[in-house]
């Protein structure tokens, strides 16, 4: 939770550092909430650790004049043990940076989609098919795509439902074995592509009629 309170404190103040410029500009920015259900695409995740899971965040938001916008998210994923399944714990953090194209339909209604890339720091523990216990932790980069749809509220609230891919492979050459810190040769490669729907709920910090400031 202290990297999820960093990522945090970090869009704040990049929000806090925008210069008022930005406004005349044209530029607005948003940030909010995000929740989603994030689930591993390689099926033996769902068979052996029981995802989907959840996983929490926060969008932040700055739109130019014309179609293009930028979005930079981080979030915080878990998993926990269950007592009528698997014994361990899956964690993750995902900070992403996407440029987006967007377009109003109509008054309060626009749908977007972009990609970009995406930076997971993940972390491991449990028994494997030996019965051995291993913690094992790693990041990898990687890109995703979104597309989805948002809509006005009401004063400066929005909403938004968007779907997420994303792609991303980690190999891993150390771990620790029932305590024992061993080499893992050769190394194990892992799929963490992922795929999710996020909600979001933005509030228009500055640059819109709506905005708080």
Known sequence: MIRLTLIIATFSVLLLTVPDSCASDGISVS???MISNLEPVDVSYGE???TPGTSIG????IDAPGILDFRVTGEY???NSSPTGWDGELSAFL?????????QLMKDFSVFAGVGGVYIIGKYSGSDDFGEYVEADGSAAGFTFAIGAEVVLVGPISGR??????FADLKTDNAVIDGAASTVYPAAETDL???QFCITFPVSIFGSEESVF
């Open 31 to 33: 940030a909010g909430p």
């Open 48 to 50: 052996k650790f029981l």
């Open 58 to 61: 926060l969008a932040v938001d």
């Open 77 to 79: 994923f878990w998993k």
């Open 95 to 103: 900070i992403s940076i996407m440029p987006l194209a967007s377009y």
């Open 161 to 166: 439902l968007e779907y997420r891919r994303c």
């Open 193 to 195: 592509g992922n795929s």
